[in-house]
């Protein structure tokens, strides 16, 4: 389902609130060049986390799930160059791709980029008592959300946002008998949020150039 005035309103708000981006359209060229698929957030997304991230005066941001690193650069630059994004990737070709973006886009040297399996990354992080993030950005492997939930609060101290990408995935989100894995994984994450006490959350449907899906957003008591 898509109707193409979603990508067109997208094209307006792009045009009145936020202008050309030479970074961020750089980036996205050299991730369809080296063949990354095309699943990075729009550019008002990529300006709402931005903001959110501003909002809650974040000096320390974890992203999980980086691809080409599109997200991570409107993130980076929520960032004082005393701020820190740290954002984890499965994929070392991925991972190399979002290097050069985040270069490319002058805010390098706010990122580190850790390749592996993000569950593995961060159990590591967790036993080396990583200090605690402000921000934290949901947008990898849907099916291990609840584990991403589990140590991103971890991870939090109060107050800290957490954001999910792609929680209504076309309405599928209802269907308790999809057998997308990815449904599955995104509806575990909803029941371990209901009548959770430690979190406080809701989620937005939003249509676009992404077609017609979701952030929850969510605030750790
Ligand atoms: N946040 C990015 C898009 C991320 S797409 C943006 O908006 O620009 C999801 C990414 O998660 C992909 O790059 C994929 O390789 C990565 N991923 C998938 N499974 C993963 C895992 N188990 N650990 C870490 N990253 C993973
Ligand atoms: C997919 C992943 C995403 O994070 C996204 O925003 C859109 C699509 C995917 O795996 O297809
Ligand atoms: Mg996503």
């Not at 849907?142 to 991870?155: R, T, W």
């Amino acid at each position: 389902m898509s109707d193409p005035r979603w990508s067109a309103v997208d094209d307006y708000i792009v045009g009145k609130l936020i202008g050309e981006d030479r970074a961020l359209e750089a980036a996205l060229e050299n991730s369809r060049q080296a063949g990354l698929p095309p699943i990075d957030v729009s550019l008002a997304q990529g300006k709402l986390l931005q903001l959110l991230a501003r909002a809650v005066a974040a000096k320390r941001i974890l992203e999980i799930g980086t691809l080409g690193g599109y997200s991570a650069i409107a993130l980076a630059r929520a960032l004082g160059d005393d701020g820190v994004l740290v954002t984890l990737e499965l994929e070392p070709e991925y991972a190399a791709v979002a290097r050069a973006n985040v270069d490319h886009a002058g805010v390098g040297h706010r990122v580190d980029i850790r390749i592996g399996p993000a569950c593995d990354t961060l159990a590591e992080m967790c036993s080396d008592g990583e200090t605690a993030f402000d921000f934290v950005f949901i947008d990898a492997d849907k099916d291990n959300y609840p584990a991403y939930l589990d140590y991103a609060i971890q991870l939090s101290r109060p107050g800290t946002m957490l954001v999910f990408d792609n929680v209504v995935r076309e309405g599928e989100v209802i269907n308790p008998q999809s057998s997308d894995p990815k449904v599955a994984g995104t509806r575990a994450l909803y029941d371990a949020l209901k009548d959770n006490p430690k979190i406080d959350a809701t989620a937005i449907q939003t249509v676009g150039s992404k077609k017609w899906d979701g952030f929850l957003l969510a605030l750790v008591q």
